[in-house]
């Protein structure tokens, strides 16, 4: 029999379909089920968005191919964009539009990182950053993070984990798993010491449109002189205008940095999907205050969530954030998919265990708590209580 690549062959299966198959064997006992699962919004499109994708959809202008580093009108629309949130003069040729941000950063890592050499990413981990990592060859160091420092990386840790093969450090703020907002100051000093070393900085801000109120500009890095030659930043629009299902993504680079990517680009996919790029070209200016509003939805699930959980002893937030919150269980040393499954199966709550982010998360649970509205997120208080006491 024809063997598999190794590579991709020892992968674990993908996760979340495993969690599913949890939820789906809950009978009922306690009440409806709280998905805390998958970082999908707990809210619909904007009618306008909609109405957007069905036009573009339906008409034959985008029925073609199309420029292999994105339409023209969303990657100057975005260029327009990124310039007013971080105060930077960026331009259209700064950008390159990608089928989700999991492809910008495969784009990202096959620009920079070959089989055989390595990338840093902090521990907890994103898992599809890791197992793309995994699948290309490339090896992966890790930096942990403190749970005790809110699971910031520390500089020092970053600097001792730069071995002489890494090529790049990844990293994800607003942060997945844990939800932590990296602030603008250790931003900076991480990415002076990438530039320091002569290697990447891979910042992954798809949560950046949820960050809490008064946090003004996320970093000041591409306003950097010669920024093109350490950060290569990602993005997705699928939370932010709740369309997942779109698949819709973009990194913020260099010329040089679109231009490799390019050619990675024409032989993943050719051209992102045309219609989707249209309307959110169109729907960027547009629907800048409804997204807004989504924000201050998402702080106030913050808000519910602390206050949830305060009432829940033995449970405890130890990041929170965004979309995601990283909640310490009482369970001891029973291991972390263990007691998620019980979770789901038995109160209702379907969360991921904190494995799935790393060997030593045993002890926590990403609740993506976004996905539920404040009445939800009040519920978790006695279906925590009764669980913990069965």
Same mark, same amino acid.
């Given at each position: 029999?024809?063997?598999?690549?190794?590579?991709?062959?020892?992968?674990?299966?993908? !996760?979340?379909?495993?969690?599913?198959?949890?939820?789906?064997?809950?009978?009922?006992?306690?009440?409806?089920?709280?998905?805390?699962?998958?970082?999908?919004?707990?809210?619909?499109?904007? !009618?306008?968005?909609?109405?957007?994708?069905?036009?573009?959809?339906?008409?034959?202008?985008?029925?073609?191919?199309?420029?292999?580093?994105?339409?023209?009108?969303?990657?100057?629309?975005?260029?327009?964009?990124? &310039?007013?949130?971080?105060?930077?003069?960026?331009?259209?040729?700064?950008?390159?539009?990608?089928?989700?941000?999991?492809?910008?950063?495969?784009?990202?890592?096959?620009?920079?990182? %070959?089989? %055989?050499?390595?990338?840093?990413?902090? *521990?907890?981990?994103? =898992?599809?950053?890791?197992?793309?990592?995994?699948?290309?060859?490339?090896?992966?160091?890790?930096?942990?993070?403190?749970?005790?420092?809110?699971?910031?990386? &520390?500089?020092?840790?970053?600097?001792?984990?730069?071995?002489?093969?890494?090529?790049?450090?990844?990293?994800?703020?607003?942060? @997945?798993?844990?939800?932590?907002?990296? !602030?603008?100051?250790?931003?900076?000093?991480?990415?002076?010491?990438? $530039?320091?070393?002569?290697?990447?900085?891979?910042? *992954?801000?798809?949560?950046?449109?949820?960050?809490?109120?008064?946090?003004?500009?996320?970093? *000041?890095? =591409? #306003?950097?002189?010669?920024?093109?030659?350490?950060?290569?930043?990602?993005?997705?629009?699928?939370?932010?205008?709740?369309?997942?299902?779109?698949?819709?993504?973009?990194?913020?680079?260099? #010329? $040089?940095? /679109?231009?490799?990517?390019?050619?990675?680009?024409?032989?993943?996919?050719?051209?992102?999907?045309?219609?989707?790029? #249209?309307?959110?070209?169109?729907?960027?200016?547009?629907?800048?205050?409804?997204?807004?509003? @989504?924000?201050?939805?998402?702080?106030?699930?913050?808000?519910?969530?602390?206050?949830?959980?305060?009432?829940?002893?033995?449970?405890?937030?130890?990041?929170?954030?965004?979309?995601?919150? =990283?909640?310490?269980?009482?369970?001891?040393?029973?291991? &972390?998919?263990?007691?998620?499954? +019980?979770?789901? +199966?038995?109160?209702? /709550?379907?969360?991921?265990?904190?494995?799935? =982010?790393?060997?030593?998360?045993?002890?926590?649970?990403?609740?993506?708590?976004? @996905?539920?509205? /404040?009445?939800?997120?009040?519920?978790? +208080?006695?279906?925590? @209580? %009764?669980?913990?006491?069965?």
């Amino acid at each position: 029999m024809p063997r598999f690549n190794p590579l991709v062959e020892t992968l674990a299966a993908p !996760p979340i379909p495993a969690v599913f198959a949890w939820g789906r064997a809950y009978d009922g006992r306690s009440g409806p089920m709280i998905d805390l699962s998958q970082a999908v919004p707990g809210y619909p499109p904007h !009618p306008e968005m909609l109405r957007l994708l069905g036009e573009c959809a339906a008409s034959r202008a985008y029925t073609g191919y199309g420029p292999i580093e994105g339409e023209d009108s969303l990657r100057g629309a975005y260029a327009a964009h990124l &310039s007013e949130v971080y105060g930077a003069p960026l331009a259209a040729g700064n950008t390159h539009i990608t089928s989700g941000c999991n492809q910008a950063f495969i784009c990202a890592a096959m620009a920079v990182a %070959g089989a %055989g050499d390595a990338v840093l990413m902090t *521990d907890p981990y994103y =898992f599809n950053q890791e197992t793309t990592l995994a699948m290309l060859g490339i090896r992966t160091r890790f930096a942990a993070c403190d749970p005790e420092n809110g699971f910031l990386p &520390s500089l020092d840790t970053l600097a001792a984990a730069i071995t002489p093969d890494v090529r790049a450090l990844a990293l994800v703020s607003p942060n @997945n798993p844990t939800g932590a907002v990296y !602030p603008p100051d250790l931003l900076a000093a991480i990415y002076d010491l990438c $530039a320091a070393r002569g290697i990447w900085l891979i910042l *992954d801000e798809t949560y950046r449109d949820f960050l809490p109120e008064g946090c003004g500009r996320p970093h *000041d890095l =591409f #306003a950097r002189k010669g920024w093109e030659e350490t950060l290569i930043g990602l993005y997705s629009f699928s939370k932010s205008f709740c369309i997942p299902g779109h698949r819709l993504g973009a990194i913020t680079a260099g #010329a $040089a940095v /679109v231009e490799q990517i390019a050619k990675i680009m024409d032989n993943l996919q050719i051209c992102p999907p045309r219609s989707a790029q #249209a309307a959110a070209a169109a729907a960027l200016p547009l629907l800048s205050g409804w997204r807004e509003e @989504n924000r201050r939805e998402i702080s106030r699930r913050v808000t519910a969530l602390e206050e949830t959980m305060a009432g829940v002893p033995g449970w405890r937030v130890a990041a929170v954030g965004a979309y995601f919150a =990283f909640i310490g269980h009482p369970c001891g040393d029973k291991p &972390s998919a263990f007691v998620a499954e +019980k979770l789901a +199966k038995e109160a209702g /709550v379907l969360c991921l265990p904190g494995s799935y =982010f790393g060997a030593g998360q045993e002890g926590y649970l990403r609740f993506a708590f976004a @996905n539920a509205d /404040v009445s939800t997120i009040g519920l978790l +208080k006695d279906r925590l @209580n %009764g669980f913990e006491r069965a």
